[in-house]
């Protein structure tokens, strides 16, 4: 009767498999080590760019927050020189003058801001890229525009309504000329050009009493809220001009 015999192989030691594991371990940490580094590197180099974009919108920004603070000046201005004005006979000179500066009272312009950038990195839940300090200055940043847009809206909305009062009260002739003259460049336009608008011969505005009140108290508080929204408007042009300098430094941006 034939036998088989089995061959016998001797048993791994412990150690063998000790270092298969360990090399294992190895291979897969550093391929997480590497993937990790290489996500790091994207990050960064995503952040970068938003940055630099960032930069370029905080920048148009205060350019158009000083358009607006002009404008805003400039009303404010305007408002008290109708309520001079109106202390007076408006008749001749007094009513030309009064019915040539009501042309600029229904100004309702906006600041322009540039969000896009900011909307992009929200969307996109890019924010995670930037440091702390950096993320809470953007969104301070963020909270003031709302602000800011919010007492906007409801200046635009009072500047419509007083479109009716303006058109009881202002020459119809004074209203189409003085139309290509703009709010926030007035304080530029040469004395020669504002004789020739304040030198014409207008119809009395004294029989006009009562619409010049609704006009009047309308701008008063188009005024009151123009010099209560400057504050947020300086915040907003600092804090600006604050994360242009902390992205700069950040990401090593000229």
């Not at 906006?110 to 996109?124: C, G, H, M, P, Y």
């Not at 963020?142 to 009881?168: M, P, Q, W, Y």
């Not at 009260?169 to 050009?193: C, E, G, I, K, W």
Request: charged content about 25%; glycine content about 2%.
């Amino acid at each position: 009767m034939e036998v088989h015999h089995h061959a016998h192989t001797s048993r791994n030691k412990w150690t063998h498999y000790f270092w298969e594991f360990l090399m294992l371990f190895l291979a897969v940490f550093c391929g997480f080590l590497a993937e990790n580094f290489r996500e790091h590197k994207v990050e960064d180099l995503r952040a970068k760019q938003f940055a630099r974009s960032l930069i370029q919108d905080l920048n148009n920004d205060t350019a158009a927050i000083n358009y607006y603070k002009q404008a805003a000046k400039n009303y404010i201005s305007i408002c008290d020189t109708l309520l001079d004005l109106d202390k007076t006979r408006l008749e001749g000179p007094n009513a030309t003058k009064f019915s040539f500066y009501t042309r600029f009272t229904y100004w309702t312009a906006r600041v322009a801001w540039n969000r896009t950038t900011f909307e992009q990195i929200k969307n996109s839940g890019s924010l995670r890229y930037f440091k702390h300090n950096l993320l809470e200055k953007l969104m301070k940043y963020d909270g003031l525009i709302n602000d800011v847009e919010a007492e906007s809206f409801n200046h635009e909305t009072r500047g419509n309504n007083l479109v009716s009062s303006i058109n009881k009260v202002m020459d119809p002739q004074m209203h189409r000329d003085a139309s290509t003259l703009f709010l926030y460049n007035l304080h530029t336009v040469s004395s020669s050009t504002i004789k020739n608008f304040l030198t014409r011969v207008t119809p009395s505005l004294e029989n006009k009493r009562y619409e010049i009140t609704e006009l009047l108290n309308m701008i008063v508080v188009q005024q009151r809220n123009l010099r209560f929204g400057e504050g947020k408007l300086v915040q907003a042009e600092n804090l600006a001009r604050e994360l242009i300098l902390d992205f700069r430094e950040a990401y090593h941006l000229k």
